[in-house]
């Protein structure tokens, strides 16, 4: 299951954008209101949000101000959540999250619109960080 964000324009350079996802306690700036956990590990984090199971991303790939990718840290339930940085000019970017999961299709029906409100939600954030 593949659910990607609107692409959004940001006003900082591809680096700072970058050097901003490389820290994972920012997250926490992107995360939805609702957000009742969050707690970074690491090269981890784990967040819970109301009415949800918690879950945990890692640090799983990093290119040099272009792409950052956080992974489910539990097999049972693999995905990926990259962030896809593009430079338009030295004080701006385009950001385009990408979800990619691989669930039975009884767990992506129900899981697919939560998760896209997520992405939602994470895409309109980053826009005003």
């Known amino acids: ?45 784990i967040f819970g949000l109301k009415g949800m199971p918690e879950i945990r991303l890692v640090m799983k790939e990093k290119t040099e101000y272009s792409n950052i990718t956080l992974g489910a840290a539990s097999s049972k339930l693999p995905f990926t959540l990259s962030s896809d940085i593009s430079e338009i000019s030295e004080s701006e970017s385009e950001v385009t999250l990408k979800f990619n999961g691989d669930f039975n299709p009884m767990m992506a029906m129900m899981v697919k619109k939560p998760l896209t409100k997520f992405i939602e939600t994470l895409t309109d954030n980053i826009s005003k960080i």
Do not use: R, W
């Open 1 to 45: 299951m593949n659910i990607e964000g609107n692409k959004v324009t940001v006003k900082k350079s591809a680096k700072d954008i970058f050097d901003f996802f490389s820290k994972l306690e920012n997250f926490e700036q992107l995360m939805p209101e609702n957000t009742q956990k969050f707690e970074v590990d690491g090269e981890s984090f």
